[in-house]
């Protein structure tokens, strides 16, 4: 069953990368009744799909011409059969089967750190004062991914620490595991030329590289230097047809430079094809409160978003501004989970509390641990979902979730209780609430 629909989309692949202006345009009109038949896409899903592919003032038609024109076919090939056959069709019609049968949270995504090392030491980092190194051995990334497969789940990314201080292991697990997609947030620092020839032989790797706007902004948090060395691994990788993008951490010091059509025109001119931004989140007692964005900041933001994705031929995604397109938090396994060097089952990457690892266990079994049923039985958090986050918006519901579980803090340093946790968050999410709510209103009208 699957080979059919593979070799479908080689073909059309091949047919649209010959021509993209002249021919994605009769494939959409030639797949619609066929897809239509097998029930896959909604009919307002191909609406949305047409009126993108047909209309070239669009964002999206852009970012699927510099799709076909800047990356290896080969390369696009792999990504696309992998994402959208493995993960987003085959695993995910077995993630809904388990889902249903086993009535628990089973993650599309599993986001996992090779290591807490890191060769950097970045302002509001909860790893930068972190001196011992945690690792998942090899062995234990992959079981963790061939079991995830068998339950359904083909997309890995890998955070840290620095994730390419163990590039090596990344690149064996992906040529193991071909069948899956790979990502990884990264500084770029360790991205050099035979780094970027291993992605090129692996086809299913993408780098997500970390930058904070401007050189002076970037250089503040991460250190001199360290600007110009993204830059030129984004030179790197677009030098060969990859595929890359940016991720972004946007605070109280340069939300509006990185939501800016400057920056964007300026990620698009390097080549990176989506970006992903995250809003500080100040985990660890001693983390500062500076950094955290403003309420007016956050709002920027989220309008913000959503225009670039109308007119930019870059696709940007907002991990807490887009809680309305995924029903709310996505953590807890019901989307993604996070697992940490230590081996610690984290619901999510920003938050730093675990009643299970992944040691000795089998996967499965350690999903159904009781935080994640604690998430499973309070998602969404809001119908707000615009305040989707059980840490930042509704910081009662992590700490009942916490407290119930019997789950610990997994903070390498500076660790704090989840009552101190919630007298931080609370008042940052007292300020956003009626923001929220404005917007909210305003959106559903």
């Known amino acids: 069953m699957k080979s059919i629909p593979e070799t479908v989309l080689r073909t059309s692949l091949r047919l649209v ?101 890191c060769n950097l030491s970045c302002t509001g980092c909860w790893a930068a004062e972190y001196k011992k190194s945690d690792e998942l051995s090899f062995q234990t990334l992959d079981r963790i991914i061939t079991e995830g497969k068998e339950l359904g789940t083909y997309a890995y990314l890998f955070s840290g620490g620095e994730p390419l201080l163990r590039k090596h292991d990344l690149i064996k697990l992906a040529q193991k595991h071909n069948d899956s997609i790979f990502a990884a947030f990264t500084n770029a620092t360790l991205i050099d030329a035979s780094f970027a020839d291993d992605l090129l032989k692996v086809k299913n790797f993408i780098p997500l590289i970390s930058i904070e706007g401007t050189e002076e902004m970037t250089n503040a948090r991460r250190g001199s230097g360290v600007w110009s060395k993204c830059i030129r691994a984004m030179d790197l990788l677009r030098e060969r047809r990859l595929p890359f993008g940016f991720s972004t951490c946007y605070h109280a010091y340069n939300t509006e430079y990185v939501g800016s059509d400057e920056f964007i025109e300026f990620m698009e001119e390097k080549g990176a094809l989506f970006g992903w931004y995250f809003t500080y989140i100040p985990v660890g007692e001693g ?93 969404p958090c809001n119908e707000n979902l615009f305040r989707p986050c059980p840490m930042f918006d509704d910081p009662e519901i992590l700490m009942e979730m916490v407290t119930q579980s019997g789950a610990q803090s997994t903070q390498p340093v500076d660790a704090e209780t989840i009552q101190q946790l919630y007298a931080k968050c609370k008042p940052i999410a007292d300020k956003w609430k009626p923001v929220a709510d404005e917007l909210w209103e305003e959106y559903q009208r």
């Open 287 to 379: 983390a500062s409160l500076d950094l955290v964005a403003s309420t007016s900041q956050r709002a920027y933001m989220l309008k913000r978003v959503r225009e670039i994705r109308t007119h930019s031929p870059l696709f940007v995604l907002d991990f807490w501004n887009d809680g309305n397109y995924v029903n709310g938090c996505i953590a807890g396994g019901r989307r993604y989970l996070h697992i940490n060097a230590h081996g610690d089952m984290e619901p999510c990457a920003f938050i730093h509390y675990a009643c299970e690892t992944i040691h000795d266990k089998p996967l499965l079994e350690a999903l159904k641990n009781p935080l994640y049923k604690a998430y499973r039985d309070h998602q």
């Open 17 to 117: 990368y010959a021509n993209p202006e002249k021919n994605l345009p009769k494939l959409i009109n030639w797949a619609q009744p066929i897809a239509a038949a097998t029930g896959k896409i909604q009919e307002n899903q191909w609406k949305t799909i047409k009126r993108i592919t047909q209309d070239p003032s669009s964002g999206g038609y852009g970012l699927l011409l510099r799709i076909f024109h800047q990356i290896d076919r080969e390369v696009l090939e792999k990504i696309f059969r992998n994402f959208v056959f493995n993960a987003a069709w085959f695993g995910a019609e077995q993630l809904n089967k388990n889902r249903s049968e086993m009535d628990m949270n089973i993650p599309w995504a599993i986001l996992m750190d090779p290591t807490s090392a």
